[in-house]
């Protein structure tokens, strides 16, 4: 291990911990409210919300203290109260939009064409309890070369996986990386995105020493498919943190029947 690689994760670990209990992280979200086409009422918020075609559609008053960016701006830079109608582009959108009322964050987003507002509040009762994010200790033995093969023709397909929420969704995947870690020769399932691999995992310590799955990412690979799985940096997913997250589960092969005993475990409360 050297002491670059060790300090490294050292400061990883600790932005995300930093990131997650940011004052609108992951730990504040406290509802995913989904819309339908008719104006309805979100419980805990002013006005009526409802789903168009482009967007969220929010009518309320200036009394009700909802802000939305791009809606105006007043004097000292701030946002104007909305008054009337205004539409949210999702966060699909390159524009997307975002609202706040007092302390509250609200977010539109869309999944798979379907809408709904995300509520982040500082005060959410498991950001206040927050303590952290244990992991096992960096050990460079679980960062080791893998080679990305791309699916036939690299297109990229979708293999449809239960998610957090109950429902299943396509996962979007674009080939398979392949290593060796603790001895075992292993393949996993991952999608290619701008400047990287990112994949789903379990494996034999899931849902026991940490939590029920894991995210990965891998530096982009090179002209042959060389690159880096570093499972130090396996990291508990959003809805680790709130239950209001859809996060996907893993596709299938990618359970692994050993323990990776490396990255995040758990979340720590007080």
Known sequence: MTATAAEDWKHWSEG???????????????????????????????GR????AEGVRLRAAASDGITVDGAGTSADGEGAPVDGEVLLRPDSDPAA??????????????????????????????????????????????????????????????????????????????GQIAFTVAGEHRTLT??????????????ATSGIDTYRFRFITLP???AEGRTVLDLNRAYLPPCAFSDHFICPFPPPGNRLDFAVEAGEKQVLSR
């Not at 919300?49 to 168009?52: F, K, M, N, T, V």
């Open 220 to 222: 982009a690979p090179d």
């Open 49 to 52: 919300w409802w789903a168009e």
């Open 97 to 174: 939009d975002t609202a706040t009322l007092g302390d509250l964050l609200l977010v539109p987003i869309e999944r798979e064409g379907e809408l709904a507002l995300r509520v982040f509040d500082p005060a959410a009762p498991r950001r206040t309890a927050f303590a952290g994010i244990s992991a096992y200790p960096y050990a460079p033995e679980w960062a080791v070369p893998a080679v990305f093969t791309p699916f036939e023709d690299d297109d990229a397909r979708s293999v449809v996986v239960p998610n957090a929420d109950g429902r299943e969704r396509p996962l979007a995947v674009s």
């Open 16 to 46: 995300r911990a930093a990131s997650v209990s940011a004052t609108h992280g992951q730990l504040a979200l406290t509802g995913t409210h989904w819309l339908e086409p008719e104006p309805a009422e979100i419980p805990g918020l002013p």
């Open 190 to 203: 991952v999608g290619r995105s701008v400047g990287r691999l990112s994949g789903v995992i379990a494996d």
